[in-house]
Structures are given as structure tokens and as C-alpha cells.
């Protein structure tokens, strides 16, 4: 019996102790050979609906890096707003 080959992640995380609840999502990827087929946008939609139905009231928060267009491009097109801009850097050693 063949296993079938993962093509992404996302994980999601349910804080109750926000006002209505926040869910985090992290961790979300779409492997390399099936990006730009619409599958993130794809995934992103259904946890959005599957949020709504479990956690009503809840929000979505996301961490995402400026670095990734495709990522910060789907998370436009859904609606999700920027509520900071964080820059890290990295202390070199001597």
C-alpha cells in the first residue's frame, strides 16, 4: 500500500484566554514542486472556514516573514491586515 506524499504543513493553535479567542497558525509550508498551483490559498481557505465553524468569534494571527512575496501576497489577497513589522538581527561574534 502506497503512502501518500505530504505536499505541505500548517499547524494551528487555539488560545482561549484572548477576548473570543485567537487562533495562531505557524509553521505553514507547500512544498517547493507544488507551489503556485494554488494550493496554500487553498489550505489558508479551508482552515478560515474550519476556524469559523469550530471557534466562532475567534481571530487568525499569523507571523510571516517580508522576505516571502507568495506568502505575504496570499495573506493580502485573504484580508489579513499588518498589525507590526518586526526586524531581527543577528549580532555577529569576534
Excluded: W
Excluded at 2 to 22: H, L, M, N
Excluded at 38 to 58: D, Q
Excluded at 71 to 89: K, S, W
Aim: one cysteine or more; proline letters at 3%.
Amino acid at each position: 500500500e502506497d503512502t501518500p506524499e505530504p505536499i505541505g504543513r500548517i499547524f494551528a493553535e487555539y488560545d482561549k484566554t484572548a477576548s473570543a479567542g485567537t487562533v495562531f497558525i505557524y509553521g505553514f509550508e507547500v512544498e517547493e514542486k507544488y507551489r503556485n498551483l494554488g494550493i496554500g490559498k487553498l489550505i489558508m481557505n479551508e482552515l478560515v472556514k474550519e476556524t469559523a465553524l469550530r471557534f466562532p468569534g475567534a481571530r487568525l494571527k499569523l507571523q510571516v516573514s517580508t522576505l516571502s512575496a507568495a506568502a505575504c501576497h496570499i495573506y493580502d489577497q485573504m484580508g489579513f491586515l499588518t498589525e507590526a513589522r518586526l526586524d531581527y538581527y543577528n549580532a555577529e561574534s569576534d
